[in-house]
């Protein structure tokens, strides 16, 4: 397991320095790969309302506030950046249902295991993947988060990297997790028949081959796709509950 060079410039994404530097000269929100709007279908079929969530590597992203609109009722958000947390408790002081927290996601040993229904993560293993020492921090985060995840709940990873790049990270089996895969184009990419004009297709799971990878003649459509798995972690009860396809009628 390797750095992703290849998807990698030059600053070390999993430096809190570069993270705080970087808010300091960019105060306004930004959401890495897909906003809520985008992501609600699965967000809404895979995460109950009620669910306790945690939101990894948040910045300053838009996205914990449009889950709270949308009646989730609570979302503890985690950044390495001290200066992005600061931002954010500052604008979020009146919203309850926002909490955040300065953090490093591959020590989160403040909170007790089996804390969380769900861990949402929208590019911080990325981040990682371009830092220094890739595999391990990459290990030390998953650890974590495989920690604090109630049997039964689930790790929603959004990402860059498709199974080749992502599996051999999230496969091990100590997590125990069930690994569904779907496939989202990026933001602004239009084709005849894409989530813009007809949702069914980008909310089928992706059949994967018995070692967790695309099958050899899967094409994608957008090259520059975002990948998101569904990390759901069993137990000897929650394994023998079946998979339902996502629901259309969340849109």
């Known amino acids: ?75 503890m958000n985690v950044d390495i950046s001290s200066v992005a947390v600061e931002m954010m408790q500052t604008k979020y002081v009146s919203v309850p249902q926002l909490k955040y927290m300065q953090m490093d996601v591959r020590d989160m040993s403040y909170f007790e295991d089996e804390s969380f229904d769900t861990v949402i993560d929208k590019g911080t293993l990325d981040s990682l993947m371009c830092g220094n020492d890739a595999p391990l921090s990459a290990s030390r985060m998953l650890g974590e988060v495989s920690r604090l995840i109630k049997p039964g709940g689930t790790y929603f990873l959004i990402t860059y990297g498709d199974p080749k790049v992502r599996m051999p990270h999230l496969n091990p089996s100590v997590y125990n997790w069930k690994i569904s895969l779907y496939i989202i184009p990026r933001p602004g990419f239009k084709k005849a028949g894409d989530c813009s004009s007809s949702s069914k297709s980008c909310l089928e799971a992706i059949p994967l081959t018995s070692d967790g990878m695309l099958p050899h003649d899967y094409v994608l459509e957008d090259p520059d796709s975002h990948f998101i798995y569904i990390c759901n972690k069993r137990d000897e009860e929650v394994a023998q509950i079946p998979s339902y396809p996502l629901m259309e009628n969340v849109l």
């Open 1 to 75: 397991m390797q750095r992703d060079v290849s998807s990698c410039n030059t600053y070390n994404y999993g430096d809190a320095h570069y993270w705080d530097a970087r808010y300091v000269q960019e105060a306004l929100s930004f959401d890495w790969y897909q906003r809520y709007s985008s992501l609600r279908p699965f967000v809404r079929n895979f995460v109950p309302t009620s669910s306790r969530v945690l939101m990894v590597g948040c910045g300053n992203s838009l996205m914990s506030e449009d889950m709270v609109k949308d009646g989730y009722e609570d979302i």
